[in-house]
């Protein structure tokens, strides 16, 4: 019913740049927030950022002043723009949208399929 398709990841050398991209598509009526998480090896999964309708974006410590996360709501779209990678930033990065679809009475999170994002010399 609804689908997310990330995409923008990849092998990058430290101090580089990537843009990751996720669209949303299906039976969707109305997006409240749109967010990324990430998963490194041995580790929990963790909030990276996230946009809410009317607020601000917020980010994680770890990336804030390095990561940018933005909305094309025409697109039903959501990108995080990453730039002074390190090393600790790869990861496996999931978009998450939280929507209500046609004909539901109520919000719930979808999920990427996750995108590898590895940062190395």
């Known amino acids: 019913q609804v689908q997310l398709v990330e995409s923008g990841g990849g092998l990058v050398q430290p101090g580089g740049s990537l843009r990751l991209s996720c669209a949303a598509s299906?039976?969707?009526?109305?997006?409240?927030?749109m967010g990324w998480y990430r998963q490194a090896p041995g580790k929990q999964r963790e909030l990276v950022a996230a946009?809410?309708?009317?607020?601000?974006?917020n980010y994680a410590d770890s990336v804030k002043g390095r990561f940018t996360i933005s909305r094309d709501n025409a697109k039903n779209t959501v990108y995080l723009q990453m730039n002074s990678l390190k090393p600790e930033d790869t990861a496996v990065y999931y978009c998450?949208?939280?929507?209500?679809?046609?004909?539901?009475?109520?919000?719930?999170?979808?999920w990427g399929q996750g995108t590898q994002v590895t940062v190395s010399s």
């Open positions: 998450t949208v939280r929507l209500l679809t046609t004909g539901s009475i109520s919000f719930r999170n979808y």
């Open positions: 299906g039976s969707i009526f109305s997006i409240s927030a």
């Open positions: 946009i809410t309708n009317g607020s601000s974006p």
